[in-house]
């Protein structure tokens, strides 16, 4: 297939070659499976080359929200690796719990991040089971993060909102996404979502738009980072 003369290539389309030994793999930057096997390697991209730092700037926002994380109780929501884990560890929350939906991004944690989470749990939030639920429940959270998540082919509405809810009420919600989600162009059913929590479902206090990471030509890639406080649960039936 030869691409259209002066496509620029959406952000889940961008993709790299691996050599590996007299291999070659042609891997997309959005299969995370193929990128958590291989140890480092979404670091040594998404980070050094890409200049990511979603991690550390909306740990940064929440923790001056807070003031302080010593009681933070937080659910890491498409945890990956663990970077986000690390960086609520670093700061001194009380537990952290990953959930994400591929076993590499479990397998990886547990290889490179060793110790960071209390729990990390392989699971899909958008059609759960009462017993994942329940397990979730246990922790009492009352933080939800979610770095880098929403959108794309990854979390999608009703499983965001499954995570929200799980949250004690006055708990502190943290996430970013794609700036263009939360505008016309959205496509994801994300603007409506916010826009709809916004009215009685939680109160924002910090909004930050920023450089998420670079694409691979070079151009800004931007996001907005939120934190706010939840109000009370959302009735998936009125909002989705
Ligand atoms: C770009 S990575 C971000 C990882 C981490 N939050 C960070 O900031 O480094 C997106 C993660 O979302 C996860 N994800 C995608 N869809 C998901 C879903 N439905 N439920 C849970 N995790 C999901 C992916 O597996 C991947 O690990």
Not at 44 to 57: A, G, P
Not at 142 to 157: C, E, K, M, Q, Y
Not at 199 to 205: K, P, S, T, V, Y
Request: net charge negative; charged share 30%; hydrophobic share 35%.
């Amino acid at each position: 297939m030869i691409p259209e003369l002066g496509h620029q290539p959406d952000q889940d389309e961008e993709w790299i070659i691996v050599k590996r030994g007299n291999r070659q793999e042609k891997i997309r930057l959005h299969d995370y499976d193929d990128i958590y096997k291989i140890p480092g390697l979404y670091e040594q991209v998404f980070c050094q080359r890409l200049k990511c730092n979603s991690h550390r700037v909306v740990c940064d926002l929440l923790e001056e929200a807070r003031g302080d994380m010593t009681d933070c109780r937080a659910l890491d929501f498409g945890a990956g690796n663990g970077m986000v884990g690390e960086e609520i560890a670093k700061r001194g929350g009380d537990l952290v719990v990953g959930v994400d939906i591929l076993s590499e991004a479990k397998e990886a944690t547990e290889r490179d991040r060793t110790g960071i989470y209390d729990k990390y749990y392989v699971m899909d939030l958008d059609d759960p089971d009462d017993k994942d639920i329940e397990k979730l429940k246990q922790y009492d959270f009352n933080t939800l993060i979610s770095v880098a998540a929403l959108g794309f082919d990854d979390i999608p509405p009703k499983a965001f909102l499954n995570a929200f809810n799980l949250i004690q009420n006055d708990g502190w919600i943290a996430f970013n996404i794609k700036d263009r989600f939360l505008s016309n162009n959205d496509d994801t059913g994300y603007k409506d979502i916010i826009a709809g929590i916004c009215e009685d479902n939680l109160a924002i206090l910090r909004k930050k738009r920023y450089c998420h990471r670079l694409s691979l030509s070079g151009k800004e890639l931007n996001y907005i980072a939120i934190i706010g406080r939840k109000i009370k649960n959302v009735g998936l039936d009125e909002l989705l």
